[in-house]
Antibody, heavy 118, light 107 residues
């Protein structure tokens, strides 16, 4: 059974940093592109970052480019998102999902809430 | 960037009725890589349909997807109480991946 378990969310002050993690199980992690998708309160979905199975190719939305860094540790089947220079506009539930370009987002984690507020 | 426009914004129906949801793309979706996701309050999205018309694992056959190019449809043949939710279309044929704004199916 595929499972994705995010952690690392919480309350952070504007300008602060957080690191999200997503522990994957139930599939061969290294073979698949992984994505981070966020959903601001009461809003739609936005893919903010993605990384190919090897880690060689990465994608960032313009809204987070230069502030967020995606990475993965295939030996630990874990996906990461380092978030710096956070602002109120980054407040959202962050989901990790299996899939990306040319691969459907077929499994989602339960999400972790990031709140940026003073 | 491909913009996905969903209609209607809200669909008010009763259990047992048929639901038809539309998703229109601003340009052709490569390889018809169009997915539909269901999201219930407080839950993560769940994949229903991929490749425009293929049901994901465990999805009941009352859910069906159709369409190609720029016009896609999700049909729920007979609404069950658990189907009342928000439905998002999403294209994964080209970067950036994009989502529609969602259709809420309510009682």
């Amino acid at each position: 059974e595929v499972q994705l378990l995010e952690s690392g969310g919480g309350l952070v002050q504007p300008g602060g940093s957080l690191r999200l993690s997503c522990a994957a199980s139930g599939f061969t992690f290294s073979r698949y592109t992984m994505s981070w998708v966020r959903q601001a309160p009461g809003k739609g979905l936005e893919r903010v970052s993605g990384i190919t199975g090897s880690g060689g190719d990465k994608y960032y939305a313009d809204s987070v480019k230069g502030r967020f860094t995606i990475s993965r540790d295939n030996s630990k089947s874990t996906l990461y998102l380092q978030m710096n220079s956070l602002s109120a506009e980054d407040t959202a539930v962050y989901y990790c999902a299996k899939g990306g370009t040319a691969e459907p987002l077929d499994y989602w984690g339960q999400g972790t809430l990031v709140t940026v507020s003073s | 960037e491909i913009v996905l426009t969903q209609s209607p914004g809200t669909l008010s129906l009763s259990p047992g009725e048929r639901a038809t949801l539309s998703c229109r793309a601003s340009q052709s979706v490569s390889s018809n890589y169009l997915a539909w996701h269901q999201q219930k309050p407080g839950q993560a999205p769940r994949l229903l349909i991929y490749g425009a018309s293929s049901r994901a694992t465990g999805i009941p056959d009352r859910f069906s997807g159709s369409g190609s190019g720029t016009d896609f449809t999700l049909t729920i043949s007979r609404l069950e109480p658990e189907d009342f939710a928000v439905y998002f279309c999403q294209q994964y044929g080209s970067s950036p991946l994009t989502f529609g704004g969602g259709t809420k199916v309510e009682i």
